[in-house]
């Protein structure tokens, strides 16, 4: 069973950037569908990108309120997969959290906190 370390949330000001990182360990790290999702304050969790190995092809998907300011990638070499953040809005400050999912397996990170401030 893989179990996630979440780490690189901090106090950020819009117009800033910051890198989360999720590092796994266990087997298989390649085969894993791996993606962040974020909870805001009185808010249900919601997906942010994934990234998933097809054919040996990586694929990544991202929601409408991050495209083009947040992407996701994956290093198999370190287990790590990372979420790259462009910050422009207080809205994206959450709670932000790693997920692995294989089949019927899934695994979160114990997530880490993204405070967006002037």
């Known amino acids: 069973q893989v179990q996630l370390v979440d780490s690189g949330g901090d106090l950020v000001q819009p117009g800033g950037s910051l890198r989360l990182s999720c590092v796994a360990s266990?087997?298989?790290?390649?085969?894993?569908?791996m993606s962040w999702h974020r909870q805001a304050p009185g808010k249900e969790r919601s997906l942010v990108a994934s990234?998933?190995?097809?054919?040996?092809?990586?694929?990544?998907n991202s929601a409408d309120s991050v495209k083009g300011r947040f992407s996701i990638s994956r290093d198999v070499a370190k287990k790590t997969v990372y979420l790259h953040m462009n910050i422009r809005k207080p809205e994206d400050t959450a709670v932000y959290y790693c997920k692995a999912r294989k089949g019927v397996l899934e695994a979160w990170g114990q997530g880490t906190q993204v405070i967006v401030s002037s």
């Open positions: 266990g087997n298989d790290f390649s085969r894993y569908v």
């Open positions: 990234i998933g190995n097809i054919d040996s092809i990586e694929l990544t």
